[in-house]
């Protein structure tokens, strides 16, 4: 191998001290090379996350020892102390090729934790519509009496539609609901203003309250459809 420059380090150092000694310029290695001008320059400048894979890089390094008469083993041994062991079999361990595994890695790692904020996010809302959907109070129409009635019967027929599986409360009595929903029983008035309540509820849903006012005079002589 020819004489390098002492103060030589790299081996990007060395292939440039190399050329300068010999009056070589870039321009005749690429020619005797036929390796790209930027490829030699990267080589020369250490730049190894320009350079391609290091199977490649190997070859460049193999004939740009060959154009200055150098030693090819000499400057292979240069660049693995370098670059490390970074064959196609383990690409990871190289500057450029563990760049790459950092940013793919950091992107995986940023896919996958959105991924999973995302499930946790869909499972949380379905969690809490279902807790809202068993605490809110079933939907509950009052058909019969209307508000405000008046009438001179001693009885008034209650009746009304509920939301699905429920329980119906009318005065704090509990009513048989049927399989249409519908609700219906009879409650004993006094005279004067009657106060009749029904409530509803599932299991584990808070209570819906629906109050009808209805006033009993029986001298009102006043008949309203039951």
């Known amino acids: 191998m020819r004489k390098l420059d002492r103060d030589a380090q790299t081996l990007g150092d060395k292939l440039r001290a190399l050329r300068r000694g010999q009056a070589v310029s870039m321009d005749m290695v690429e020619k005797e090379t036929r390796v790209q001008r930027r490829y030699l320059e990267a080589l020369e400048h250490g730049r190894y996350d320009v350079l391609p894979e290091p199977l490649y890089t190997r070859n460049f390094i193999r004939a740009y020892a060959r154009a200055l008469g150098a030693d090819e083993l000499y400057f292979l041994e240069q660049y693995e102390e370098e670059c490390g062991r970074c064959d196609l079999v383990a690409p990871m361990q190289g500057p450029r090729q563990r760049a790459k595994f950092t940013r793919f890695f950091v992107w995986n790692k940023a896919i996958v934790v959105g991924a999973v904020c995302l499930a946790f996010f869909g499972l949380f809302s379905y969690l809490g519509s279902q ?20 009438t ?58 629906h109050e009808r006012q209805v006033y009993f005079d029986p001298e009102t002589k006043v008949t309203f459809n039951q």
């Open 152 to 209: 001179d019967q001693a009885i008034v027929h209650v009746e009304g539609l509920v939301q699905g599986e429920a329980t119906v409360y009318i005065n704090g009595e509990q009513v048989v609901v049927g399989e249409d929903q519908i609700f219906s029983t009879e409650v004993d008035l006094e005279r004067g203003l009657n106060t009749i309540t029904v409530e509803a509820e599932r299991r584990y849903s808070r209570r819906a309250v």
């Open 131 to 150: 807790v809202h959907s068993i605490l809110t109070p079933p939907e509950v129409v009052v058909l019969r009496p209307t508000e405000a009635a008046v």
